[in-house]
């Protein structure tokens, strides 16, 4: 143990009574500052165990992690520096380069909102598409000029839907309307949804293109694809053109008869429907919406038919008011035959015979084209049907089968429309409906007939139509058997269609077919069972060999 020193002089002197009392103070704290570093200087050389000299090592440690830590974020904020740089320079590249794709691409993209409104940021191409710049809070109906028309509600109705979002997207996109003609251009526009972090609909990103080229060249191919299909039974179509202009001319004659002029024109935009004559369907249809079937509209009806044959005339060669005088070609065989009969003695009733098979054709050639007339009414319908045709080989009398042949589409698109069914509805049947034409002959007539595997005549709601028309009372209906109540189908102006359309509902058709065959003293015979289908068999007597062939 430190032993203390003798007290100094001074301090005795301090101490002392005479000593100034600020003497002992100094002496004093001079003396604790000595004890003090004596003890300082003593624990810190004790070891690295003493507290101050642990806290001491745990700030230096403390310090090199700090200055670590600096030096460590000192790199890493340069290495951000030089990515933020180099991320700037990338996203304005590629911001640059996506630019150029919207200036330059040939579709028009931009976003509209609930109220048809176009947001900001579009594609340059818009402008040539509209014919106008365009600017955020543009009217789209403006854009596309529609303002105030049926269009404009029906693109609104549809936005409404979509915005709704409460039925799949794909089905209230597909409500919309796609198709617009802005000036001389056609263009199609897509939507597809934009949804928020919460998945609600924010607006409609629509996707713009011209389509007048693709319509034009669909058009032209249209075009030869129907004059192709002319060519391919061009005796059968000059027969339609000779029929139609007669046709006409009976209808002017007899104004005053509207059920007999509805069934002509009727039956002229059916046949011109399976040529695929869709301009000469139009035509006819805006004339059949009219109250009365007057000169003007049948002359609408001619000007469609003399039109079509002078656009192309370089190609058919057909006039419709030339009278085309009808003739036979006859192959050698039977010119020889003609020869033998005129030299050989009590030949007229062979000759008779021989006549009545020179004006025989096979029945291919009086239908017309009735495969891709299925297939364009089915598509239309968005129904699956397959037709098969028997007998067309068959050889018939020309002239007198002509007038069924003429009215066989109606048989047809009846089939099609009213009763085969759509894809979903047909239950376990496959899918795809069967349409089989027969064409054949027994000793005394020839027949025609039309099956399908439909779902049969709805004869509660024919009977329904028939008194909501006025056409029949409950109490007739009642006293008729099923026979009487199917053939109902055939009463003129009586359709189970609610609403008439280009294709059929105006119950005229199947009444034309009636009074064809009954014209030539035929007969028809109907079978029909609810969800089985229809069978429609048409007979006509064959006529007399003697009979004059003009």
Request: hydrophobic content about 40%; glycine content about 8%; charged content about 30%.
């Amino acid at each position: 143990m430190e032993v203390e020193q003798p007290v100094a002089n001074e301090e005795r002197e301090a101490r002392s009574p005479g000593g100034d009392d600020w003497r002992r103070r100094a002496l004093a704290a001079e003396r604790t500052v000595e004890v003090l570093k004596r003890k300082v200087q003593r624990m810190y050389n004790e070891g690295a165990q003493t507290a101050i000299h642990r806290q001491l090592e745990r700030a230096r440690l403390r310090e090199e992690k700090n200055r670590q830590r600096r030096e460590l974020f000192e790199v890493r904020a340069e290495e951000l520096k030089r990515y933020s740089e180099h991320l700037e320079v990338e996203v304005a590249r590629r911001t640059e380069a996506i630019q150029t794709i919207l200036d330059n691409v040939t579709f028009g993209f931009l976003i509209i909102d609930h109220e048809l409104r176009v947001e900001e940021g579009f594609t340059r191409s818009c402008a040539e598409l509209f014919g106008r710049e365009l600017a955020a809070g543009d009217d789209l109906a403006a854009l596309l000029r529609i303002e105030g028309s049926v269009r404009h509600s029906e693109l609104l109705v549809g936005l409404d839907q979509v915005f709704e979002d409460l039925l799949p997207e794909e089905v209230t996109l597909d409500q919309l309307p796609q198709r617009f003609e802005v000036g001389r251009r056609a263009l199609r526009v897509e939507g597809r949804v934009v949804r928020d972090g919460q998945q609600t609909i924010t607006g409609l990103l629509l996707t713009i293109s011209d389509i007048t080229a693709l319509e034009e060249a669909q058009q032209r191919s249209r075009r030869n694809e129907v004059l192709m299909g002319i060519l391919r039974q061009r005796p059968a179509f000059e027969q339609f053109v000779a029929d139609s202009r007669a046709r006409i001319q009976l209808s002017r004659d007899r104004l005053g008869e509207q059920e007999l002029v509805r069934r002509a024109v009727h039956t002229i935009k059916g046949n011109a429907a399976s040529y695929g004559l869709d301009g000469i369907v139009a035509a006819v249809h805006a004339v059949e919406m009219a109250g009365m079937i007057d000169t003007a509209g049948l002359e609408r009806v001619a000007g469609a038919l003399r039109g079509f044959l002078s656009a192309n005339e370089a190609v058919l060669g057909i006039d419709f008011d030339a009278d085309a005088e009808r003739s036979f070609a006859l192959p050698e065989h039977q010119l020889q035959r003609l020869r033998l009969l005129m030299r050989s003695e009590g030949s007229s009733e062979a000759l008779q015979l021989w006549a009545a098979e020179v004006v025989q054709r096979p029945a291919s050639e009086l239908i017309g084209p009735l495969r891709p007339f299925v297939e364009r009414l089915a598509e239309r319908l968005n129904k699956e049907v397959e037709l098969v045709v028997d007998g067309g080989d068959l050889l018939v009398d020309a002239e007198l089968m002509r007038p069924i042949f003429r009215n066989l589409p109606h048989l047809i698109r009846n089939a099609v429309d009213h009763g085969i069914e759509a894809p979903h509805e047909r239950g376990d049947k496959p899918t795809r409906g069967s349409l089989r034409v027969r064409i054949g002959e027994t000793e005394a007539f020839y027949e025609v007939e039309v099956c399908d595997d439909g779902r049969g005549v709805l004869l509660d709601r024919l009977c329904e139509r028939a008194i909501e028309l006025g056409l029949e009372s409950a109490e007739s209906l009642a006293a008729m058997d099923e026979g009487a109540r199917v053939r109902l189908i055939f009463r003129d102006g009586l359709s189970a269609a609610e609403i008439a359309t280009d294709i059929s509902g105006r119950g005229v058709g199947m009444s034309a077919v009636k009074a064809a065959v009954e014209e030539l003293g035929g007969d028809i015979r109907v079978q029909t069972a609810a969800g089985e289908g229809t069978e429609i068999l048409l007979r006509v007597r064959k006529s007399d060999p003697g009979r004059d062939p003009a």
